[in-house]
C-alpha cells in the first residue's frame, strides 16, 4: 500500500488521518489519539510493514526444520517450479496448507460461537435458565423438521400441535449432536438446493460432523500428512460447509430462536451516538448471548435509575462488530463503529465500559483504556488479555442476567471517574437494519402474498441486474472504509441489490447507505424504482459474520422462486469481502465458492507465491462447484468484476435482453401453475 | 412515490377498519348479536373473508372475529424520512381494508334489506340499479364463462367517468373485448352506471355491466365473485390464501381502473386488490407503481387518458384479448349476447310467432358454394318501415375436406348467440321457432340483413378452422322461400332428433372425456357417452366428438370403452384405465348409470345434482338456478360445494338438465322412476320429456307424481305425498343395500 512503500522516517512514524480513512469521525479520532500520544493501529500500519513472505503464503512453519519460505521471484518461474522446503513440499502444498488452516480457524471461530448458543439454547430447552426464552416459536418449529424433531403429535387419530418444551428439547439435543455426531452428515445440508447437495455428494465433501472436519484439517496439514493442494481443499471445502450450513447456521437460527428474528427497524451508526452526558457502554466481539442481557440490563429501570443516582441521564449502549450488528438487528441498538474504530470508541475519553467476548478484540484496547478511566471488561473463558488493567468477569449463561448488571453497574460506577477531556465526534448516520430471511419474504408482499418471487421478477426484468453480498471487515492496510463504500456504491449504481452483514454492514450505515433514501441518490433507475416500491434501502443489512448463513438461505429461496435456474451458481450474483483480514473471511470466502458463488476478495490474497494452487482456486473451482474464487484491489474493477460474472449469468438464463411483454390468453393462463 | 400511495392506503386502512368498528358497534347495540347476515343466497358465508380465513360469518356476533384480524392487519403509520419497507405493510392495509368494507355491506344489508336487489338486472325503471352480490346462481352460471375464457376476465370501475359519453366508450370498448365490467363507488356522487343509462345503455349481468353499489366498500362484490369462482370451479380450500390469491393473479385476469380523485379509501381497496394481482390504472395522477412481482406487470400506471385507458388496462394486466373484427356497422362480442330489444326500441323483427323464422346449416360440396358469399333473397332493412315484421330464413351451407354432416346440428346451434352478439340485435330460440328482433339504434348504424351472413361467416370459419374451409349464408325473406325452407328443415330435424335420440351407448364403442374444467377441478374428469352427455350441459357426444376432430389434442378425446365390466351400472375397463391415468391416480373407476354405487365425479359447473332421499326410497334432483331448500336438507350451492370439485360422492351426482329424461339416467338405480322431488321450474320445462321417457317405463303422466317445493322441502312433508299419489319408487326395491 502506499503508506507502506514510502521510506521509514526517524522519528515513530504516524498514519495521517486522511490517509487512514475516508471517514470523518475516525480522521478526527486519529488526530486526537496523535495530539494525546496514543498510537494506534492506523500508525502501527504504516511503522510496521506486513511480512512480504507470509503475504505469498508460502512460508511453511508446520515444523521445527523450517520455517521454510519458499518466495516466488518477481519474475515468476520459467519451466519447472522446483521450489521445495526441507522435506520437499512444495509451494502448492504450503500454500494450500496455510489456506486450509485459515479456514479451518474461521470455521472454529464461527462453530465455537455456534456451539455456545447451542449450548445455552440446550439450558433453556432444559429449563436451567430463567433469563433466556423462545421468543420466535415458530422459527423453532420452522426449523424443528430438519433436525428429525416432529412437529405434530398424533393423539386419538388427530394430528395435533405438539408441545413446544418437547420440540425445544428435540432440537437443542439434535442441534448439540451436530458437533460430534458420527456415521452421517449435517442436518442442515438438506436446505441448499438439490443440485447442490447433488454436487457434495458426488465431491465427497458432505461435512461429517463439526468438530471433526476441524480437526481433520488440523492432522492433515501436519507435517507430512497431505501434500496434494486439490486434496487439502477438498477437505478445505468440507471445512467451510461445515461452518457455513452447520455451525454458523445453527448459530443464527437459535438465536432467532431466543433472541427473535429480526425485522426492519431504524437505528444510527458510529461514534456519534455516544453521549456525554451519559454512561457510554460499549459491547464488541461476537456473541449475543452476553449482549442480550446487556441490552435488558441497560432498559431495566433498576440501572437506568442507579445512572441517574450517579449523575448521568441514562444508559447509553453501542456496540462494535459483530456484536453491535447482533442487538442492532434485534433491539435497534446503534453500532459505535466498525472493526478499525474500536480503539478510537475509547478515545473519545467518554466510554465507561468496554466489554468485550471473542473475535477481532485488539490486545491494545488495553493499552489505550489505560489513557482513560475506562472499564475493558473480558467475558469469556477463553479469552483474556495479559495486562493488569484489563477486569476479567466471566459470564456464565446460567446466571446470564446477574452478570448483565453486575458488569453495567461497574461501568455505572465508573462514571464519576470520567476525565474533563472528552470529544464525542458528532457524526452519525440514520439506517434501516434488521432484514432477515423471513422479513425479506415478507416485505416483498406482505402476509398473504409474501414471496422471494417479487424480487426474481425485478431481476428477470432488468430492474434489478443481479444480487451482490459484500461482506468482511476492515483491514490496517486498506483505506478504512474505502473499498467498501466505493464498491458497493458502484454496484448499486449499476442496479445491483446489496446484501450486506459483519463489519461491511456497519460501514455501509454510517455512510448512510442504509437509508431508503440512499436509493434516488446512489441507485441506477431500475434499482431505484424497486427501492421505492418495496421501500427498502438499496443495501440490506443481513446482520453478523455468522450471519453470512442468512444470504446462503436467502439465496437458496431466490433459487426456490423460481426463474432464475435450479441453483445458486445459476443466479446473477457475486460475493464480496473488499477489506477482509480475518481466517473467518476465508472460511466464509470458501462456503460460499463451494455453494455456486463467484467470490471477490479486495486487499491480496495469501495465495500469490503457488500460481498453480491460486489457479485452483481462481479457475478451477468454478469448474466443481460453478462458483470461484477472485481477488482485486482495486475497487472499481473489483465491482465490475462482480457485475461481468452477473452479466455472464443473465445471459446464461437468457435475461441478458429486455423482457417482452406477454399477453395472455386463457390456454397461456391455464398453462400457469399456480404456486 | 410508493411511499405516498403507501401511506394514503395505510391511512384509509385505519380509516376504513375504525369506520367500520364503530358500525358493527352500533349494529350489536341494535340487534341482537345472533341476527343472520349474509350476501343473500350463497354457500360461501362472506366470500373474501371465508376464502382468505376460512372464517364462517353467519351472525353479527361472527362479524367480530374478522374485525379484529382486519386491525391486527394493520400496520404502523409510515414515517416521513428514514421509514421502513413498506410494500408488505401497503399490502396488509389493503386487505385490512377489504376485509372491514365487506363486514360494512354486510352490515349495510342488515340495516337495508331492499337496498340491492340480488338480481342478474337492476330494476331500472322501478329506480333500483344497484344488484349488490352476486348470488351463487349467477355465480355458477357466469363463473363458467370466467373458467372457460368466453369472459377472458374484468374490468373493475371505480367512480365515474367526466362525462356519459366518456363512461360510454369506455365501457363499450370492454364489452367489446368481452370483460365483465364491475361497477363501484362515485366520484362527487357521480357513477359510472349512472352515465350508462344516461347514455342509453342497459346494464346488468346479460350485458355484462354490473352495477354493484355506489360505494366503494361494494368493489368488495368483485373480489368476493371472484374468489367464489376459484372454491367453486378451481377446487381452492378455504383459508388457502396463497393459493387462493394466486389462483386469481394466474387464472381471472382483473384490473381496476379508478376514475376520479383517489383519496385514501379507494388507495386502501386499490391496495388490497393488488394482492389479487389485480393492477390499477387511474385517469388522475396519483404516484404510480411501475415495478412487477405482485402482479405481473405494472400496479399502479396513473393519468391515462380515457381513449386509451381500455387498450393500456388490458397491456397492463398481460390479457391477450382476440377480438373478432367483423365488418359490420355495428359492435360485436359476447358481451352484448344478454342485451334486450325492448318494445320502444323496436324497429323491426322476424319470427316469434308474428311470421315464420326458420334456421338451417347444411353440408355442401367445395365446388357447390363461394366462400364468402352472402345473398339476402327478398326485400331486406331498407325496404322496412319501423314496427313492420318479415318472415327470415338462414340457409348456411358449409363447405370442408373434414366436414361432416354430424357437425351440423353442432354449427346450426352457434346461430343464436353468434347474432345475439351483435350489439343492438337480439336472438331467440332456435331451429324453426327463432325470433329476430331488430333494434333502432342498429338500424340507425346501418346494420342490413346481410351483416348477419357476414357474422356467421367470419365466425364459423375463425371458431371452426379445422373443419370449414367455405361459408356461403342466404337469407330470404319472401314467404314461400322462408315456407320451403323451414319445410326442408323440419324434414332434417326430424332425421337428426332420431338419429341422436335412438343412439345409445350400446351403439358405439368410443365415448369421449371432456376435461375442459380439469385445470379447475383437478381429479375430475367428465367422460360422454351417447346417453351421458357432459353434466354441464354444454357437451354432448357428438360435440366431443366433433370438438375431437376440430382439435385432436384438446380437451376431448376418444376413450375406448373397451370391456363392460358391470353392464347394468355402466363400468367400463377402457373408461376405468382412462380416468385412472387421466386424474392422475385420484379417482380409478366410477359407474355411468349410478349414483350410489362410485358415480362419476362432479366438478362446480354441472347443471344439476341429484342426491339420495333414503326414507322415500327415491332421488331428488335440483338445478344450478333454483335457490330454495330441498329435501336433502342442502340448497343447491351447498350441495355443490359438498361434492364438486372432482370428488365421487356416493349418493349424490351431477348432470345435465337433459340426462334425466334421457335412457340410461341412473338406470342401475332405477332410473328415471327413483325421481321423487324436483323444483318446479324444472320439471315444467322437462314435463314433456319425464312423461315420454316416464310412458317408456310404463308410468303415464310421470312428471305429475313428481313432487316440488310447492309440496314440501322435506322428506316428511313429501312423503305423504307420494304414498298418495302411488309413486313407483315407493315401491321399487330398496335403494341402499
Known amino acids: 500500500m502506499a503508506e507502506a512503500k514510502q521510506a521509514p522516517a526517524k522519528a515513530p512514524k504516524l498514519a495521517d488521518p486522511m490517509e487512514a480513512s475516508i471517514e470523518a469521525s475516525t480522521q478526527e479520532m486519529i488526530r486526537r489519539a496523535q495530539r494525546l500520544q496514543i498510537e494506534t493501529v492506523f500508525d502501527r500500519a504504516v511503522t510496521m510493514k506486513p511480512c512480504a513472505i507470509g503475504l505469498q503464503g508460502i512460508c511453511c512453519k508446520n515444523c521445527a526444520m523450517g520455517p521454510c519460505r519458499l518466495p516466488l521471484p518477481k519474475d515468476g518461474i520459467e519451466g519447472e517450479d522446483t521450489r521445495k522446503g526441507l522435506c520437499g513440499a512444495t509451494a ?18 464461527h462453530s465455537d460461537h455456534g456451539r455456545s448458543v447451542a449450548e445455552t439454547f440446550l439450558a433453556v430447552a432444559r429449563k436451567e435458565t430463567n433469563d433466556y426464552t423462545i421468543k420466535d416459536p415458530a422459527k423453532l418449529i420452522q426449523i424443528a423438521p430438519y433436525f428429525g424433531v416432529a412437529t405434530t403429535v398424533e393423539v386419538d387419530g388427530k ?129 449475543p448471548l452476553l449482549s442480550e442481557m446487556i441490552v435488558a440490563a441497560c432498559q431495566s429501570q433498576e ?36 472493526y478499525l474504530q474500536q480503539e478510537l470508541a475509547i478515545i473519545t475519553g467518554a466510554c465507561e465500559a468496554m466489554v468485550v467476548d471473542v473475535q477481532c478484540v485488539f490486545q491494545n484496547l488495553a493499552n489505550v483504556a489505560k489513557c482513560f478511566h475506562t472499564k475493558l471488561i473480558t467475558t469469556h473463558p477463553m479469552a483474556k488479555m495479559e495486562q493488569e488493567n484489563v477486569v476479567h468477569i466471566e459470564f456464565d449463561e446460567h446466571y446470564a442476567m446477574q452478570d448483565a448488571k453486575r458488569i453495567v453497574k461497574l461501568a455505572i460506577d465508573n462514571f464519576e471517574n470520567r476525565g474533563a477531556d472528552i470529544m464525542i465526534p458528532r457524526h452519525k448516520m440514520k439506517q434501516i437494519a434488521g432484514f432477515g430471511v423471513e422479513s425479506i419474504r415478507y416485505h416483498l408482499g406482505g402476509s398473504f402474498r409474501g414471496d422471494y418471487y417479487t424480487l426474481n421478477d425485478n431481476i428477470i426484468n432488468g430492474r434489478i441486474r443481479g444480487i451482490a453480498g459484500v461482506v468482511g471487515c476492515n483491514n490496517a492496510r486498506t483505506k478504512h472504509n474505502e473499498e467498501h463504500i466505493t464498491i458497493i456504491k458502484e454496484l448499486i449504481k449499476n442496479d445491483v441489490i446489496v446484501l450486506t452483514t459483519g463489519c461491511s454492514a456497519i460501514t455501509a450505515g454510517i455512510h448512510g447507505l442504509l437509508t431508503p433514501e440512499s436509493a434516488a441518490v446512489h441507485c441506477g433507475p431500475g434499482l431505484a424504482e424497486v427501492c421505492e416500491t418495496v421501500g427498502i434501502p438499496p443495501v440490506l443489512h443481513l446482520g453478523s459474520c455468522v450471519d453470512n448463513s442468512r444470504i446462503l438461505l436467502a439465496a437458496t429461496e431466490v433459487v426456490k422462486a423460481g426463474g432464475l435456474g435450479n441453483d445458486i451458481c445459476d443466479l446473477p450474483a457475486a460475493g464480496s469481502a473488499p477489506e477482509w483480514m480475518s481466517e473467518k473471511a476465508i472460511a466464509i470466502g470458501q462456503y460460499f465458492v463451494a455453494s455456486g458463488v463467484y467470490t471477490v476478495f479486495g486487499y491480496h490474497m495469501p495465495v500469490d507465491g503457488a500460481p498453480v494452487f491460486r489457479d485452483h482456486l481462481y479457475k478451477d473451482m468454478e469448474k466443481i462447484y460453478g462458483g470461484k474464487w477472485d481477488c482485486e484491489p482495486d ?41 | 412515490m410508493s411511499r405516498l400511495v403507501a401511506f394514503a392506503a395505510i391511512q384509509g386502512g385505519y380509516k376504513v377498519v375504525s369506520q367500520v368498528e364503530g358500525e358493527l358497534e352500533r349494529a350489536l347495540k341494535s340487534y341482537d348479536a345472533s341476527t343472520k347476515i349474509g350476501f343473500g343466497n350463497t354457500a360461501y358465508y362472506l366470500p373474501v373473508i371465508y376464502s382468505l380465513t376460512g372464517m364462517k360469518c353467519e351472525t353479527l356476533e361472527d362479524l367480530k372475529k374478522p374485525l379484529e384480524f382486519a386491525r391486527g392487519l394493520l400496520p404502523p403509520h409510515l414515517k416521513g424520512a428514514n421509514h421502513l419497507p413498506y410494500l408488505g405493510p401497503l399490502l396488509d392495509a389493503g386487505m385490512a381494508g377489504i376485509f372491514a368494507y365487506e363486514i360494512k355491506e354486510a352490515i349495510r344489508i342488515l340495516n337495508q334489506p331492499d337496498y340491492y336487489t340480488f338480481t342478474e338486472d337492476p330494476d331500472v325503471d322501478a329506480g333500483k340499479i344497484w344488484v349488490g352480490p352476486a348470488d351463487d346462481t349467477i355465480l355458477r352460471k357466469r363463473g363458467v364463462e370466467f373458467v372457460d375464457g368466453s369472459a377472458p376476465g374484468f374490468a373493475a370501475i371505480v367512480g365515474a367517468a367526466p362525462d356519459a359519453e366518456t363512461a360510454k366508450m369506455i365501457i363499450e370498448d370492454y364489452q367489446k373485448k368481452s370483460l365483465y365490467i364491475f361497477c363501484a363507488a362515485n366520484h362527487n356522487g357521480k357513477t359510472a352506471i349512472e352515465q350508462c343509462l344516461e347514455a342509453g345503455m342497459q346494464i346488468g349481468w346479460n350485458t355484462r355491466i354490473v352495477p354493484f353499489g355506489p360505494d366503494i366498500s361494494a368493489a368488495v362484490f368483485a373480489l368476493g365473485f371472484a374468489n367464489r369462482a376459484a372454491m367453486a370451479f378451481g377446487g381452492v380450500q378455504p383459508g388457502d390464501y396463497r393459493k387462493m390469491l394466486m389462483y386469481n393473479k394466474n387464472r381471472i385476469f382483473a384490473f381496476v381502473n379508478a376514475l376520479g380523485d383517489v383519496g385514501t379509501e379507494w388507495a386502501v381497496a386499490a391496495a388490497g386488490a393488488v394482492n389479487w394481482g389485480f393492477p390499477t390504472l387511474a385517469d388522475t395522477d396519483i404516484p404510480e407503481i411501475l415495478p412487477t412481482g405482485i402482479c405481473t406487470y405494472e400496479h399502479v400506471v396513473a393519468n391515462v387518458p380515457h381513449n386509451e385507458i381500455c387498450q393500456k388496462s388490458v397491456e397492463v394486466r398481460g390479457l391477450k384479448i382476440n377480438v373478432t373484427e367483423i365488418d359490420i356497422p355495428c359492435a360485436f362480442g359476447p358481451a352484448f349476447e344478454g342485451e334486450r330489444v325492448r318494445g320502444g326500441d323496436l324497429f323491426g323483427q322476424m319470427g316469434g310467432g308474428k311470421t315464420q323464422c326458420t334456421e338451417l346449416v347444411k353440408m355442401a360440396e367445395m365446388s357447390e358454394i363461394e366462400d364468402g358469399k352472402v345473398n339476402v333473397v327478398g326485400k331486406d332493412i331498407g325496404d322496412m318501415k319501423e314496427g313492420e315484421t318479415l318472415p327470415l330464413g338462414i340457409y348456411v351451407q358449409i363447405a370442408g375436406r373434414e366436414f361432416q354432416p354430424d357437425f351440423e346440428p353442432i354449427m346450426e346451434r352457434q346461430i343464436h348467440h353468434l347474432i345475439n352478439y351483435i350489439q343492438g340485435i337480439m336472438h331467440i330460440g332456435q331451429r324453426d321457432i327463432s325470433w329476430v328482433r331488430i333494434s333502432k339504434a342498429a338500424v340507425e348504424k346501418g346494420f342490413t340483413l346481410k351483416d348477419i351472413g357476414v357474422v356467421l361467416h367470419a365466425k364459423f370459419h375463425q371458431d371452426f378452422q379445422k373443419i370449414v374451409d367455405k361459408v356461403q349464408v342466404t337469407l330470404f325473406t319472401n314467404q314461400d322461400d322462408v315456407d320451403k325452407l323451414t319445410a326442408r328443415a323440419r324434414a332434417e330435424y326430424k332425421t337428426r332428433d332420431e338419429r341422436v335420440d335412438t343412439m345409445t351407448d350400446e351403439d358405439v364403442e368410443t365415448f369421449y372425456s371432456c376435461s375442459l374444467c380439469q385445470s379447475f377441478a383437478p381429479s375430475h374428469v367428465c367422460t ?8 354441464c350441459g354444454a357437451y354432448n357426444w357428438m360435440d366431443c366428438k366433433a370438438s375431437f376432430e376440430i382439435n385432436p389434442t384438446g380437451p376431448n378425446q376418444p376413450v375406448k370403452k373397451g370391456k363392460v365390466l358391470d353392464a347394468k351400472l355402466g363400468r367400463f375397463e377402457g373408461v376405468d384405465e382412462f380416468i385412472k391415468g387421466a386424474s392422475k391416480g385420484a379417482i380409478d373407476t366410477y359407474n355411468f348409470y349410478s349414483m350410489v354405487q362410485a358415480p362419476m365425479t362432479t366438478c362446480g359447473c354441472c347443471e344439476c345434482i341429484a342426491a339420495m332421499l333414503p326414507s322415500c326410497n327415491g ?34 351426482v351431477g348432470h345435465s338438465k337433459f340426462n334425466i329424461t334421457q335412457g340410461k339416467f341412473i338406470l342401475g338405480d332405477g332410473g328415471l322412476l327413483r325421481m321423487v322431488w324436483m323444483p318446479k321450474m324444472l320439471k315444467e320445462e322437462l314435463r314433456d320429456r319425464l312423461n315420454k321417457r316416464g310412458e317408456e317405463m310404463g308410468v303415464k303422466n310421470f312428471a305429475d307424481l313428481i313432487a316440488d317445493e310447492t309440496v314440501g322441502i322435506t322428506e316428511e312433508e313429501i312423503l305423504p305425498w307420494l304414498q298418495e299419489k302411488g309413486h313407483p319408487a315407493l315401491s321399487m326395491e330398496a335403494l341402499i343395500g
Open chain 1, 92 to 109: 502448492n502444498t504450503i500454500a494450500a496448507r496455510n489456506f486450509a488452516r485459515m479456514i479451518a480457524a474461521g470455521a472454529a471461530a
Open chain 1, 159 to 287: 394430528t395435533m400441535d405438539r408441545d413446544l418444551d418437547e420440540i425445544a428439547l428435540g432440537v437443542a439435543e439434535a442441534a448439540m449432536a451436530e458437533w460430534g455426531k458420527t456415521g452421517s452428515t449435517l442436518a442442515y445440508l438438506k436446505r441448499a438446493p438439490q443440485p447442490l447437495q447433488d454436487k457434495w455428494k458426488e465431491q465427497g465433501v458432505l461435512p461429517r460432523n463439526i468438530d471433526r472436519e476441524v480437526v481433520d484439517i488440523m492432522h492433515r496439514t501436519h507435517m507430512g500428512v497431505d501434500q496434494d493442494f486439490k486434496n487439502l481443499m477438498k477437505q478445505g471445502t468440507r471445512c467451510s460447509l461445515a461452518d457455513g450450513w452447520g455451525g454458523a447456521m445453527i448459530g443464527t437460527d437459535l438465536q432467532d430462536v431466543m433472541f427473535g428474528s429480526p425485522s426492519p427497524l431504524q437505528s444510527e451508526a458510529n461514534l456519534g451516538i455516544m453521549k456525554e452526558d451519559h454512561v457510554n457502554i460499549i459491547v464488541h466481539g461476537h456473541e
Open chain 1, 303 to 338: 440501572m437506568i435509575d442507579y445512572a441517574k443516582e450517579k449523575g448521568a441521564k441514562g444508559i447509553q449502549l453501542g456496540g462494535i462488530c459483530c456484536t453491535a450488528n447482533e442487538i442492532l438487528q434485534r433491539h435497534g441498538v446503534p453500532p459505535a463503529g466498525n
Open chain 1, 635 to 675: 475497487p472499481i474493477k473489483h465491482a465490475h468484476k462482480m457485475i461481468a460474472h452477473i452479466d455472464k449469468k443473465r445471459k446464461e438464463l437468457g435475461i441478458d435482453k429486455a423482457r417482452e411483454r406477454v399477453l395472455m390468453d386463457m390456454a397461456d393462463r391455464q398453462a400457469l401453475g399456480m404456486d
Open chain 2, 528 to 535: 360422454v357417452s351417447p346417453e351421458r352427455t357432459g353434466l
Open chain 2, 619 to 652: 332421488i331428488m334432483t335440483v338445478g344450478r338456478d333454483y335457490a330454495g331448500e330441498t329435501p336433502s336438507g342442502m340448497k343447491f350451492t351447498t350441495l355443490a360445494g359438498v361434492m364438486g370439485g372432482g370428488a365421487s360422492s356416493p349418493g349424490f
